[in-house]
């Protein structure tokens, strides 16, 4: 952001609060990620150490990193298309009973999710549905509330003159989408897409359930690495594992949005 | 400080979901057990070769964990065997899976194996999801006292070879020898040293299942011994018996740490108040950690177990084979193995897990029985043998429920 001097002191302070109230719950996990011994009342680690990278490690933490990642990007690449088509179609009005479709796609929503695998776990199961495709048809299905509501509001905003501009210039409709569409909403795509990687990469009970223990995901691990006590600097990193790479796409996500409103 | 917990602990919400499941209106299954064919351990053994076995066991436990990671699985791929660690945070998960795998009728289940007691095998047990009559076919439980009440019984339910024993737990109460000048020698004597000196004790808060069985503990005292409490859950009993305990509870609160204003949550935080000299008291169930937690530090050096004369409170796990399971050798080829003197030896070392053993040494071959004799003395905790004297039977799940629903409304709101 280009410190523009027209931005007030008072807005600065503000931005200034909401970083410390975000990055401020992550400092004790980076005490703890390195703590071999840290004992109360002592405000610091009494040791520091690399304990609780090498046990997260050992927990397979390394697998199961590659796991969530792929399981998200799969999420992602899935939800992101499903849902730019349900957002465009709602946004053009051309939808009998909206309303009503719109409902059902956000019914993920307000539905809590372990009543929800616990329920289609046994129907997946007599249909012998492999377990890893359960949990990306099921996950998928979670996303696209994320995906159609950003992608209904993109396209509503979006102004569908440049694409039959592009027409009457002549160009295909592929290429109108590839050099008119897509360009003009990347951003919100980006968005989608990057929400759409948040619900496979975090979830847990849907990859536990449905997944039958074939999928051991960082959530998992995580998971159970957490109901023990003593384990406090392998969570931590764990913990850090699981936040900084959404931190860093949220980053890039939001580098590509401010590329695209130039 | 080094991970310590069970695998029996965390089984609250097995039981909600399988009401929850009944409340689906999926037609249940048959909640018959299925019976394994008897048949010749060769057989098996041939069968299983090549097989893989998913293990899910409770995967909070670093030791437990790399044990079969670096010692179980190693030793059953030498028989032909794939073992694989499932890690869950809740051997109720494990449950779960298995009874939808039943209802819907799978053969070729995720789970081959699960460790194991108490209200999850009863859970299971009711709906049928085990499978039964394999037990008797491992060479290893020729090593097991059949008599023995700990691993014949699971909180109270016969196991009629529905699981095989993994291993002991014994309750222990754990004090610091150079605060404590004056150690109780039975759990009444605790509870009058507690109000003798205010602020030096305190319990976790159940359903933690260390602080649970410290209520149960003090059931069997306040009952007059453990002889006079049905270990069968019944309404009746629990009216007659409770009572007395929670009054008793109640009673004590003020001479608790912090006035019992609060309660640790879970074992760690008592752990961790012990350490850091708040109290003069933890307790735990697996003891044989002790001296790990003295040797780097975490616990001063003079800790040391409380012996009492009433005995306390031992139980044992186990490995399940849910009937859904489509490598069902294999388990049972993996289980027989983990009973056997060599493996038992190794998990009972306390460098690698340090648990005791659920073998009977009169029955052992003379080389473990001397192996297993030599395993390292510690001034910290007393040999299994001394500490298991005169131990006492957990209660049926039913009981353990209603003490820790009956906790949380008489204590913890009180």
């Excluded at chain 1, 102004?159 to 592929?174: I, N, P, V, Y």
């Excluded at chain 2, 909600?16 to 999926?26: E, K």
């Excluded at chain 2, 009863?122 to 999801?129: D, E, K």
């Excluded at chain 2, 602080?211 to 306040?222: D, P």
Aim: aromatic residues 8%; glycine residues 10%; negative net charge.
């Amino acid at each position: 952001m280009s410190a523009a001097p027209a931005v007030p002191a008072a807005s600065r302070v503000g931005r200034g609060l909401l970083g410390l109230w975000l990055v401020l719950p992550v400092v004790p996990l980076l005490l703890w990620a390195f703590a071999d011994r840290w004992s109360f009342p002592a405000l610091l680690p009494q040791e520091w150490g690399v304990r609780g990278l090498t046990e997260a490690a050992a927990s397979g933490a390394g697998a199961a990193l590659l796991r969530s990642t792929l399981l998200g990007a799969v999420v992602a690449v899935l939800a992101t298309p499903l849902g730019a088509m349900a957002g465009r179609a709602l946004a053009s009005r051309q939808v009998p009973g909206s309303t009503a479709v719109l409902a059902v796609l956000m019914s993920p929503l307000v539905l809590p999710p372990f009543a929800v695998a616990l329920g289609l776990d046994v129907l997946l199961l007599r249909l012998r549905v492999p377990a890893v495709l359960g949990v990306v048809v099921l996950l998928v299905v979670a996303a696209l509330p994320y995906t159609t509501i950003t992608m209904r509001a993109a396209y509503a905003a979006h102004d569908r003159g440049f694409e039959e501009e592009a027409r009457l210039l002549g160009a295909s409709r592929w290429r109108t989408v590839r050099s008119v569409q897509l360009p003009l909403l990347a951003p919100a795509l980006a968005g989608a897409a990057f929400l759409a990687f948040l619900v496979g990469w975090s979830d847990y009970v849907v990859t536990l359930l449905i997944g039958g223990g074939r999928l051991t995901t960082l959530p998992l691990v995580l998971a159970s690495a957490a109901s023990a006590t003593g384990n406090d600097s392998q969570v931590a990193v764990l913990s850090l594992t699981s936040v900084l790479p959404p931190v860093a796409l949220l980053a890039v996500v939001t580098l590509l949005g401010r590329r695209g409103r130039r | 400080m080094s991970a310590r917990r069970h695998a029996d602990r965390r089984a609250r919400g097995t039981a909600l979901v399988a009401g929850l499941l009944a409340l689906t209106g999926c037609s249940a299954p048959a909640s018959e057990p299925t019976t394994a064919t008897a048949r010749d351990w060769e057989d098996v053994l041939a069968e299983a070769e090549g097989q893989t076995v998913r293990l899910w066991m409770y995967g909070g436990d670093d030791k437990g964990n790399a044990y079969v990671d670096d010692v179980l699985a190693p030793a059953a791929a030498e028989l032909g065997v794939t073992l694989e660690r499932v890690p869950i945070a809740d051997t109720g998960d494990a449950v779960n899976r298995v009874l939808s795998e039943r209802q819907a009728d799978v053969t070729d289940g995720e789970v081959d194996l699960v460790w194991l007691n108490g209200e999850n095998f009863a859970t299971g047990q009711q709906a049928g999801a085990w499978l039964c009559g394999w037990t008797s076919m491992l060479p290893s439980m020729e090593y097991v006292d059949p008599d023995d009440p700990l691993v014949s019984t699971d909180f109270g339910l016969d196991v009629a070879g529905c699981e095989a024993p993994w291993h002991k737990a014994q309750f222990a109460l754990v004090y610091d020898e150079a605060r404590v000048e004056d150690p109780p020698g039975s759990v009444e004597e605790l509870l009058a040293w507690i109000e003798e000196h205010p602020g030096r004790f305190t319990y976790p808060a159940p359903p933690d299942f260390t602080g649970s069985v410290f209520v149960r503990q003090v059931l069997y005292a306040v009952s007059g011994g453990v002889g006079e409490v049905p270990l069968e859950f019944s309404a009746e009993a629990y009216d007659e018996l409770a009572p007395e305990l929670f009054d008793r509870l109640a009673e004590l609160e003020p001479a608790l740490w912090r006035e019992g204003s609060s309660y640790p949550q879970e074992l760690g935080e008592l752990d961790q108040l012990y350490a850091d000299g708040q109290v003069d008291f933890t307790m735990t169930y697996g003891p044989a950690t002790l001296p790990d937690l003295v040797a780097e530090g975490t616990f001063p050096a003079t800790t040391r177990v409380l012996l009492v004369e009433d005995g306390t409170i031992g139980n044992a796990s186990f490995l399940a084979v849910p009937a859904t399971s489509g490598s069902q050798a294999g388990a049972m080829v993996v289980a027989d193995l983990a009973l056997s003197p060599e493996q038992q030896f190794q998990k009972a070392r306390p460098e690698v897990w340090g648990q005791y053993t659920v073998l009977d040494p009169q029955r052992l071959p003379g080389e473990f029985r001397e192996r297993f004799a030599g395993l390292p003395q510690s001034e910290v905790v007393p040999p299994y043998e001394e500490l298991s004297d005169g131990a006492d039977p957990e209660v049926d799940a039913g009981w353990v429920t209603a003490l820790d629903e009956g906790w949380r409304r008489q204590i913890a709101a009180g």
